[in-house]
């Protein structure tokens, strides 16, 4: 059994900051990509930013510049800075990971429950 457990979500005004972690716990034997992903109310979730097993990474367009993707191999987890906020960044912040359980022989994707990011103007 794999879970992923988000944390770091909360209100700030416009300009400040947020750090987003989330941690795989269970029956992880290897992970591939990582990424966070956002939604808002009538619209497809979107992808946010990414880091694959190499450390690459990639943003989205409103990410580029402003948020900062980052993984911690040893603990499981993926951590979004995000700088500057501004009131289009508000919604739901969803993790993602490609995870190979342990007894596996495929990877599959997991998500995280959501943590709600809200910037005030």
């Known amino acids: 059994q794999v879970q992923l457990v988000e944390s770091g979500g909360g209100s700030v005004q416009a300009g400040g900051s947020l750090r987003l972690r989330c941690a795989a716990s269970?029956?992880?034997?290897?992970?591939?990509?990582m990424g966070w992903y956002r939604e808002v109310p009538g619209k497809q979730r979107e992808k946010v930013a990414i880091v694959w097993r190499s450390g690459d990474t990639r943003y989205g367009d409103s990410a580029k510049g402003r948020f900062t993707i980052s993984r911690e191999n040893s603990q499981n987890a993926v951590n979004l800075f995000m700088d500057r906020l501004k009131p289009e960044d508000s919604g739901v912040y969803y993790c993602?990971?490609?995870?190979?359980?342990?007894?596996?022989?495929?990877?599959?994707?997991?998500w995280g429950q959501g943590t709600q990011v809200t910037v005030s103007s």
């Open positions: 269970g029956s992880v034997r290897l992970i591939n990509d």
């Open positions: 993602n990971m490609e995870i190979k359980p342990t007894g596996s022989l495929h990877f599959e994707y997991y």
